[in-house]
């Protein structure tokens, strides 16, 4: 049996959040319904809150989340069982150029979400809702993961898979130098991530709490660069050669002109992940257009990710190569109807993930 009501946090106003009941969406026959656990709370979300992102308001969001099958159309794929622990997957519409040439986050065939939805929300559709209690979705909108995994752990299936990409856009090798500027949450994600393709991981960090937490996930060499030269370290752990890979993971000018100051010589790669506001800027030497070309850089963008690297981030969840309960702040998750309380905690600096429990309503 299914309820007839769905129960969904929204950003009311700048500072604003608070909890929603609307109509059970009627599934249809390749539709799955899940049954939310976790909603973990995203950069983008809570800066969304704070206003430091501008969006249209009321919003209704969430995409860090994980749930179990507890329905399933009778078109739906035998793959998925009832039971099942799922996360959410890109939306695509599988026949557009993008979708057919393998960038899925940039499909241009979907629904549009300029406008407000058909209950006045602006955001993700009722049912699409992260969230929320309940997901009532196609069944391509969600992939498995492993059920021995924390629903919390399993939320994190969209920050691996984006930091893959870039990653893999940056051709990260075995044995490379990667360096990741910053310890909080993108960097531990990126950091696990490189590990994970079997990079040698150094992280910068000032911080002495997320230095802590850095050195306890024991896949990187930490470098305290509050009290040492982050550049002259790196050159140190590398023989003198610099990274091969920076990941600044944090949005300042001078965070970016460090990680251009450790990168090697020649042929290094500069991975722009995260975006910062005001966005931070490039040292003038990196865009010096003969410099670039002299020294093979590559200055990589990167949001977002495809099928594949969300496919291979679920295994990597699932069978343990990372370990997201690192990334978690360490307190109970908050209910669904305190989501103005879970907003506000993420928003206060320092904090990793903020796990939101959606049958708290
Ligand atoms: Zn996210
Ligand atoms: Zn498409």
């Given at each position: 049996m299914l309820p007839d009501k769905i129960h969904f946090g929204a950003i009311?106003?700048?500072g604003k959040a608070e909890m929603h009941t609307g109509n059970f969406p009627e599934p249809g026959p390749e539709d799955i319904v899940v049954k939310m656990n976790i909603c973990n709370i995203c950069t983008n979300d809570y800066q969304q809150f704070n206003g430091m992102r501008k969006k249209d308001l009321p919003m209704a969001a969430g995409h860090e989340c994980s749930g179990y099958i507890v329905w399933k159309g009778k078109n739906v794929n035998p793959l998925y069982e009832i039971g099942m622990q799922v996360s959410n997957f890109i939306n695509s519409c599988g026949v557009c150029y993008e979708c057919r040439t393998g960038n899925q986050d940039l499909c241009t065939g979907k629904f549009s979400e300029d406008g407000p939805c058909s209950d006045g929300f602006y955001g993700r559709k009722p049912g699409e809702?992260?969230?929320?209690?309940?997901m009532v979705v196609n069944q391509r909108r969600m992939i498995s993961v492993s059920n021995d995994i924390a629903p919390a752990c399993a939320a994190f299936l969209e920050p691996f898979s984006a930091a893959l990409h870039g990653l893999r856009k940056g051709h990260v090798m075995p044995g490379e130098d990667v360096v990741i500027i910053g310890g909080g949450t993108m960097g531990l994600v990126n950091a696990q991530t490189a590990h994970a393709l079997g990079a040698r991981v150094i992280i910068t960090e000032i911080d002495p709490y997320k230095i802590d937490r850095a050195k306890s996930m024991g896949v990187a060499d930490v470098i305290d660069s509050r009290n040492n030269n982050a550049v002259e370290e790196v050159k140190r752990l590398t023989k003198g050669k610099g990274a091969d890979v920076v990941v600044p993971?944090?949005?300042?000018s001078a965070a970016y002109k460090q990680a251009y100051d450790m990168l090697r010589k020649a042929a290094g790669r500069f991975i722009i992940y995260s975006a910062g506001y005001p966005a931070p800027e490039f040292p003038p030497d990196m865009v010096n257009s003969n410099k670039v070309h002299y020294n093979k850089l590559d200055i990589i963008g990167t949001i977002g990710a495809n099928s594949s690297d969300c496919a291979d981030a679920s295994r990597f969840i699932s069978n343990r190569l990372v370990k997201p309960e690192f990334i978690l702040q360490l307190n109970k998750p908050i209910p669904l109807r305190d989501i103005q309380k879970a907003y506000e905690f993420a928003s206060t600096p320092g904090t990793y993930r903020i796990s939101v429990d959606l049958q708290g309503v």
């Open positions: 009311m106003d700048v809702r992260g969230f929320s209690d309940y993971c944090v949005g300042l």
